[in-house]
């Protein structure tokens, strides 16, 4: 099992930063893919950006140019870099990791205020 711990969720203002943390610890060596996703109120989850093993990286349109993934294999962390936040930002982030399944943290809360 991989067990996924989100930090570093807050209260911003429009414009302002924020640094997601994940940690992931269990059976990660298998682990292929990781990712953070959102689910903004009343909406379905989506997928904000992604990083694999190798380092390559994908992003939402929404985001490509203010949010920047990175990983350190060595710790099984993933960060998610967000700068010129948005109201729109304003969601529950989740961290995902995929070896043979996909595995979810608890969740993040971003708040946004305009």
């Known amino acids: 099992q991989v067990q996924l711990v989100e930090s570093g969720g807050g209260l911003v203002q429009t414009g302002g930063s924020l640094r997601l943390s994940c940690a992931a610890s269990g059976s990660t060596l298998r682990i292929k893919i990781m990712s953070w996703y959102r689910q903004p109120p009343g909406k379905e989850r989506e997928l904000v950006a992604s990083?694999?093993?190798?380092?390559?990286?994908m992003y939402a349109d929404s985001v490509k140019g203010r949010f920047t993934i990175s990983r350190d294999n060595a710790k099984n962390t993933v960060l998610l870099q967000m700068d010129s936040l948005k109201p729109e930002d304003t969601s529950v982030y989740y961290c995902?990791?995929?070896?043979?399944?996909?595995?979810w943290g608890q969740g993040t809360q971003v708040t946004v205020s305009s």
């Open positions: 995902n990791a995929i070896d043979e399944r996909p595995w």
């Open positions: 990083i694999t093993n190798d380092g390559s990286t």
